[in-house]
């Protein structure tokens, strides 16, 4: 297997805990139109663009509404969620990301940002993160959302790196398919149960370092 050469890291869930905010404006969407949206409803969301998210959230409601409302609705939880996200600061980033970033540099890996997110901007300046990418992809430069493998194949290549020498890092099941889809290595953030497809799964980018990364890759992969 190729050497690494650049990390690909998803945004919520990763090197940030938005998925929280996501869950409240959704919750707060779904009490508006009258049903109630669990913890367990929103893992189906994790990873996925707000409108497929929203078709998910209208299903458990059991709810149907032409294009022009269900984008209404987007937008709307969009205000609510970027209300909660403008409260960000650098003590949203999670424990052992920044370390972690820097210690890939340090290396000499490249790194870039392979989010759904069309906010992802707002949240990497309210967290101070925009400095440790050298490529950020986001929601607004894709056309196709995860599992499509867009996302993590336009950073591979504005990093000018091939898919083989890149490792993703993700927290969503929709995320692992793209990765592996992009014909990448991908390292779960989260549990075993729910990321069953990706090379290795461990909770927090804590639990991570290049060293140890760049050996197990180099036997297990
Ligand atoms: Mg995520």
């Not at 929280?20 to 893992?43: C, I, M, P, Q, S």
């Not at 890939?104 to 790194?111: L, Q």
């Not at 995860?146 to 194949?153: A, H, T, Y």
Request: proline fraction near 5%.
């Amino acid at each position: 297997m190729s050497p690494i050469q650049a990390c690909l890291f998803d945004l919520d869930g990763v090197l940030v805990d938005t998925a929280v905010y996501h869950y409240r404006a959704w919750k707060r969407l779904a009490r508006e139109l009258g049903f109630d949206f669990t913890e367990e409803d929103n893992e189906r969301l994790k990873g996925i663009s707000r409108m497929a998210s929203l078709d998910i959230l209208l299903e458990i409601g059991g709810l149907a509404f032409n294009e022009n409302k269900k984008r209404e609705l987007a937008d709307k939880k969009n205000e609510w969620y970027v209300e909660y996200i403008l409260q960000m600061d650098p003590s949203a980033i999670l424990p052992g990301a920044l370390d972690f970033l820097q210690a890939c540099r340090a290396r000499g890996w490249k790194t870039a940002l392979g989010s759904a997110s069309k906010n992802a901007p707002v949240i990497l300046r309210r967290t101070g993160l925009s400095p440790h990418f050298d490529v950020v992809i986001d929601g607004n430069k894709t056309s196709k959302a995860k599992p499509d493998p867009e996302v993590f194949l336009l950073g591979a290549r504005e990093l000018g790196v091939e898919p083989a020498a890149c490792v993703v890092f993700e927290d969503a099941a929709a995320g692992i398919e793209a990765a592996r889809r992009a014909g990448m290595r991908c390292i779960g953030i989260g549990s075993p149960e729910t990321l069953r497809e990706a090379d290795r799964v461990v909770p927090s980018l804590q639990a991570v370092t290049v060293d140890g990364l760049a050996a197990w890759l180099q036997t297990e992969c």
